[in-house]
């Protein structure tokens, strides 16, 4: 299992920066506004509001040192003049280097392209850490607004999914894999 290392600053490019999350930042509040204002439209937050803000940062940087993390790792997307984040992208080892990434953008966030140079930012850092050497999304059927962020990001339908790691459970998801990045193949 890869043990993500923080990168050392901020990825950013000319629309959006990913940091780490960080209860000094104000990210424990920004989420517990989030759940308060919004309601989260389109559960773009893990599990919340049946979490805290609290204990979803706590979560998060769990992920990051190594410890037992429920959603793994994750960044919170800043756009410049702004302060709050306005999305997360979230890592999850799979099995044999597989790293699954999953994106949300605050509603009020949407249809900027926003998600899509996160996506790309994340994903390009994953696909550089050493042991991971395939980037997935998996994305509902009727997901159109995820499968737009995920190809702009780089990404292309791959397959079916294949039957969940441990469960054996086949799911309705469709599979998007990173193009160009190793996956360990051939």
């Known amino acids: ?14 629309v959006v920066t990913l940091r780490l ?3 000094d930042a104000g990210d424990v509040a920004t989420v517990d506004n989030y759940v308060q204002e919004e309601q989260l439209d389109g559960g773009w937050l893990p599990e919340v509001p049946l979490v805290t803000g609290q204990q979803l940062v706590a979560d998060w940087l769990n992920g990051w040192a190594g410890r037992p993390s ?23 080892e799979r099995d044999d280097g597989t790293v699954e990434i999953s ?26 850490q050493p042991g991971a050497h395939r980037v997935e999304a998996r994305i509902g059927q009727d997901d159109r607004a995820s499968e737009r ?38």
């Open 1 to 14: 299992m890869t043990i993500f290392t923080a990168p050392v600053g901020r990825l950013a490019d000319d």
């Open 21 to 23: 999350p960080s209860p």
């Open 70 to 92: 429920r959603h793994g790792p994750a960044f919170v997307v800043t756009v410049q003049g702004h302060s709050p984040f306005v999305g997360v992208v979230g890592m999850m």
């Open 103 to 128: 994106y949300g953008t605050a509603p009020r966030w949407r249809g900027r392209g926003l998600a899509s140079h996160a996506v790309r930012l994340g994903s390009q850092w994953i696909a550089g």
């Open 149 to 186: 962020v995920a190809v702009n990001a780089g990404f292309e339908l791959a397959e079916p999914i294949r039957p969940i790691p441990g469960t054996g459970q086949v799911s309705d998801d469709l599979l998007y894999v990173l193009r160009g990045g190793h996956d360990g193949e051939g």
